[in-house]
C-alpha cells in the first residue's frame, strides 16, 4: 500500500501507527479502537483490558504491526497486553 507516503520520518509508532484508540463508551463498558487505513471499528470491552482509569492511560505497543499491535497501560507496565489482532482480521 502507499500508506508510508504520508507518514512524518522518523514515526511516532503510538502515535503514527496502524491503528488508533478512538474514544471509550462507559455506557457500553466498551473501549472503541479503529484501523486508520482500512476504518474497521472495534469495541474491546474494558474485562479484556488492563486496568485504566481513563484514555490517557492507554497507548498502541508495536502499532506498526497488525499482529503484533496491542492496547498496553502506562499505568501497569507490567501487566500483559491486549493484543488487536484478536478484533481486527
Same mark, same amino acid.
Given at each position: 500500500?502507499?500508506?508510508? @507516503?504520508?507518514?512524518?520520518?522518523? #514515526?511516532?509508532? #503510538? ?15 466498551? @473501549?472503541?479502537?479503529?484501523?486508520r487505513w482500512s476504518k474497521e @471499528? ?11 482509569k481513563n484514555l490517557s492511560d ?16 502506562? @499505568?501497569?507496565?507490567?501487566?500483559? #497486553?491486549?493484543?488487536?489482532a484478536n478484533d481486527f482480521k
Open positions: 500500500g502507499r500508506r508510508g @507516503v504520508a507518514l512524518c520520518l522518523p #514515526p511516532n509508532w #503510538p502515535d503514527d501507527g496502524l491503528f488508533a484508540i478512538d474514544r471509550i463508551d462507559e455506557a457500553n463498558s466498551v @473501549v472503541i479502537a479503529i484501523q @471499528v472495534a469495541s474491546i470491552n474494558f474485562d479484556m483490558l488492563l486496568d485504566f492507554l497507548w498502541i505497543n508495536a502499532n506498526w504491526s497488525e499482529v503484533e499491535a496491542a492496547i498496553s497501560s502506562k @499505568v501497569l507496565l507490567d501487566a500483559k #497486553p491486549y493484543k488487536l
